[in-house]
């Protein structure tokens, strides 16, 4: 499926999230804040967006690991980093988030990006988070969720459930796409529930932030130190 609107998918997701979608993968890097010279993986990371993002002048990594399922996202990834001049820094490799070719305590930060909701098993995805950082190392999950102010979040899931799917459907003319989106958050463990399986799997110091009112999540965590 991510294949199939792979030539689409970066123009969409601007569009249909309003840009804002730039904005929460700043916001991402900046909440782990990985200092200069870290080494970075960044699970289901498409089209390397946030692989990108994490590549901060003010404190450039020493390398980003991008993995993901999906070739025909990855060949796009690859031509934006080429186009960044940034082939040095970033490199995309096709992998399973449960399975990350990775050494065990090998990075400084692991970040994801709207695609925890996508692997089939999360607990096992975020237990491999684990152990590919390195003891004090952070973590950052974007993910989307549901308002819970009542107004808006009936407005948003309006938007989302029957307005979404039929413009991401037409821009993209991929049938299952952009009804998979908001049928996969409705389904999802809610932030309470991804918090404490991130407990569960070691992690401390746990933030769990709404961002845009509720509509995406920003989990940060923490690996303890030895």
């Known amino acids: 499926m991510f294949d199939a609107i792979a030539n689409r998918y970066d123009r969409l997701n601007h569009l249909l999230s309003a840009g804002l979608d730039r904005r929460w993968r700043r916001r991402a890097i900046e909440a782990i804040d990985p200092p200069a010279g870290a080494r970075i993986l960044d699970a289901c990371t498409g089209t390397a967006d946030l692989a990108l993002a994490a590549c901060r002048p003010d404190a450039m990594p020493r390398s980003v690991l991008g993995v993901d399922f999906a070739g025909a996202m990855l060949k796009l990834g690859d031509a934006k980093i080429q186009t960044a001049g940034l082939d040095r820094v970033v490199r995309l490799a096709r992998g399973d988030a449960c399975e990350l070719p990775c050494l065990s305590e090998a990075v400084e930060a692991v970040t994801i990006a709207f695609g925890i909701r996508n692997v089939q098993e999360p607990g096992r995805a975020i237990g491999d988070f684990f152990r590919v950082l390195k003891p004090g190392g952070r973590l950052a999950i974007l993910e989307f969720g549901e308002p819970r102010i009542p107004f808006v979040r009936d407005v948003y899931l309006w ?68």
């Open 159 to 226: 938007y989302f459930r029957r307005v979404l799917p039929r413009l991401g459907r037409l821009l993209s003319s991929h049938s299952e796409a952009y009804a998979y989106l908001p049928a996969s958050v409705s389904v999802f463990l809610s932030p309470e529930e991804l918090g404490t399986l991130l407990r569960a799997s070691g992690f401390d110091e746990i933030q769990i932030n709404r961002l845009t009112l509720g509509v995406v999540y920003l989990y940060v965590a923490r690996k303890p130190s030895e």
